[in-house]
């Protein structure tokens, strides 16, 4: 675990979806953007059944409601439909401290798993980016992020590494200017519906 300077934005939990053994890849954020697999909170998925999915979601509950500034969840591959799962169905006061969510490669699931994350197919209650590198997004992608209500980066580009938390923080700031965006987009929208544009 690192400790993140104070200056930070956000409190960052990240999920790793594919387990935490020396043979399980990096996570996305590690080999895109030279960010630590580990944040203030990382939360392995390491659930097989019901009861493990249940006891996983209650460590995330947890984390949320200690958490000392709003929460910005970092997940991949099977982490982004378990943090789906969990925003649809804990309590609103937890899920009202989530800042957003920037979800990589969601296609890259465990399907022998997926099934313990199934939800229904409603907009995310927090804004939400959805990164898929690999300079495509199959159609399961762009479903997925129309369901939530996410905004999609698609990259095609090999990226080196930085040093430090330099790419992590661009990576932030580009999270906060979608969300900017789609908030400025949403009060444009209600004002037009209350006749005040």
Known sequence: MIALARQDRFSIVTIIGGGTGADTPAPAWETMFGWPASGVHTLPLDVTSPGDRNIWAARLDEIVRG??????????????????????????????RIAGAVLFTPDAQDHDRAGLFESPQTRLPFPSLVI??????????????????????????????????????????????LTNQVVEHEVGRAEALAGRR
Not at 148 to 156: A, I
């Open 67 to 96: 958490a000392d500034r709003a929460v910005l969840l970092v997940a991949d591959g099977l982490g982004c439909a378990a943090s789906a799962w969990w925003a649809r169905l804990s309590p609103a006061d937890y899920v009202a």
């Open 132 to 177: 898929q590198p690999g300079g495509s997004a199959t159609g399961m992608v762009r479903n997925t992020v129309a369901d939530w209500g996410s905004r999609l980066v698609v990259s095609d580009r090999e990226r080196q590494r930085d040093t430090g938390l330099v790419a992590w923080r661009q990576a932030q700031r580009l999270f906060l200017r």
